[in-house]
């Protein structure tokens, strides 16, 4: 549907005539991720190159009432910047890709949202800091990642992206600027959300439906120089979460990561695939830094206890070897040799999404053996990921489903795949993460009416215009 001539003028006077265009051919490259998600044209795209035009933008989207779509590399997976309602502007966030400081001695950071995986660990492994590098694209926004509760490479020992930040500056839904944290309180001061109220928390889940994030300052940890991963295989995923239950109690590793057979497979098999009757059907690996020799051999010795522990009560687990490729894309993150999701669903021809993610992690195995049984049924790989996140309470399950966009019955499979799975997701106790629509029909059929309210009531009252992503929490 062909925007409003009158807003793009008012846009392209905020940011410049080649900053701002409702193209057909470029809002085509905005209208779709690589997920189910159906394709939709957003009416305008917009190029902010700071926080002030940012501003300007989401005043005029309020004043006109026109949906506004906060974006920046598009390598989320669940339609999230993929329009629900007709006129919407796409605000790419791109250009806005300053690292502003890098404090050594307080270990942070402070970006804002263009900043790149690569790009910062570039700047940051200058420096002997580091940050939660997901499995994902070296492209992808570390900020997006960040406030989306995203995982990383270092997520078993200091948790998700989102409890690395620090501070954080938004444009609100009607236009005001605010800043949360310490730099709230001291402008050049960005290392800490505590002990102040985590306002913060309005800002990150929320898929882009509360304001725009401008910049946040994240927790940027130092890289020990000791390094050494172990790897195991199992023949069940029971014996692989008793072994990994115990090594997450140590709270060693800090990553510490299972997957099926079929995930272990790059690209993942597509259509379904049978395992090889002498192949474990999980693999797993688990990243040890230390600071001394000292340290390292301690961690192993933790580690080779547990596999006699294992063993010694039955376990089908076994150490194994680990090619130096593998074990060289699980330290130099982010990580081009296992990398971009991309590569996970080349025999499918380049689509994937998943359902999971967050689970407690003693509700795996029941979850696992009916998600084998619904993929398989629909000629699907069971290509799930399993990982502790910061000791041993809940973790990550996710099966990573490709799907070949080019037939829509193949879509049709595999979105019937993971809404199922979703169910079963749900009833354990599992929690979606960055949920399409169709995920927030489950959730909130299932979810505490007050829960449900807050939620709305939250969402009218910071953005009163509904302006902000509008449909991605169904309800508003």
């Not at 190159?49 to 004043?63: C, F, G, S, T």
């Not at 400081?101 to 790009?119: L, T, W």
């Not at 009163?464 to 508003?476: S, W």
């Amino acid at each position: 549907m062909a925007g409003d001539p009158n807003i793009l003028k008012e846009l392209q006077g905020i940011v410049g005539e080649e900053q701002a265009t409702s193209d057909k051919h470029i809002m085509y490259a905005y209208s779709y991720d690589m997920s189910f998600v159906k394709n939709k044209l957003p009416a305008y795209v917009v190029l902010p190159e700071n926080a002030e035009e940012v501003q300007q933008i989401v005043k005029l989207a309020n004043k006109t009432k026109t949906p506004l779509i906060p974006y920046v590399a598009g390598t989320n997976i669940g339609g999230l910047c993929i329009p629900e309602k007709d006129n919407s502007i796409v605000m790419d966030l791109k250009r806005m890709n300053r690292i502003i400081r890098i404090d050594e001695d307080s270990r942070y950071a402070i970006i804002e949202p263009g900043v790149s995986h690569a790009q910062l660990a570039e700047e940051l492994y200058k420096r002997g800091l580091r940050f939660g590098w997901p499995v994902g694209p070296p492209s992808a926004s570390v900020l997006a990642c960040a406030i989306c509760h995203g995982i990383g490479g270092i997520t078993g020992r200091y948790g998700l992206n989102s409890e690395q930040i620090t501070s954080m500056e938004v444009v609100r839904p009607t236009g005001e600027v605010a800043r949360v944290g310490s730099c709230a309180i001291q402008e050049d001061s960005w290392h800490s959300l505590l002990p102040l109220p985590l306002l913060n928390g309005l800002f990150t889940g929320w898929l882009g439906t509360t304001g725009v994030v401008t910049k946040i300052g994240i927790f940027t940890p130092a890289i020990p120089p000791e390094v050494e991963i172990v790897t195991t295989a199992t023949d069940t995923l029971q014996d692989m979460y008793k072994y990994m239950l115990q090594m997450g109690r140590y709270e060693i590793a800090d990553d510490l990561t299972a997957v099926s057979w079929w995930l272990s497979q790059v690209p993942i098999p597509y259509p379904y695939k049978e395992k090889p009757k002498d192949a474990p059907e999980w693999n797993s690996y688990a990243v040890l830094y230390a600071y001394t020799p000292k340290e390292l051999e301690a961690k192993l010795e933790m580690f080779e206890q547990t596999v006699k522990d294992q063993q010694k009560a039955g376990s089908s687990l076994q150490v194994t070897q680990y090619p130096e490729e593998a074990r060289r894309a699980r330290t130099e993150l982010p990580s081009q040799i296992v990398g971009s999701t991309k590569n996970y669903s080349k025999e499918a021809g380049g689509g994937i999404s998943w359902p999971g993610t967050f689970t407690p992690a003693n509700r795996w195995v029941d979850v696992w053996e009916k998600w084998r049984d619904i993929y398989t049924k629909r000629n699907l790989s069971p290509s799930v990921r399993v990982t502790m996140y910061r000791g041993t309470h809940y973790g990550m399950l996710r099966a990573m489903t490709p799907l070949n966009k080019q037939y829509p019955d193949q879509v049709e499979n595999a979105r019937m795949a993971i809404v199922e799975a979703l169910q079963v997701l749900l009833d354990n106790g599992g929690i979606p993460y960055k949920p399409p629509v169709d995920f927030w029909k489950e959730i909130f059929d299932r979810a505490d009416p007050g829960f449900v309210q807050l939620i709305q009531d939250v969402k009218d009252f910071i953005d009163p215009n509904n302006i902000m992503n509008p449909g991605k929490l169904l309800y508003r």
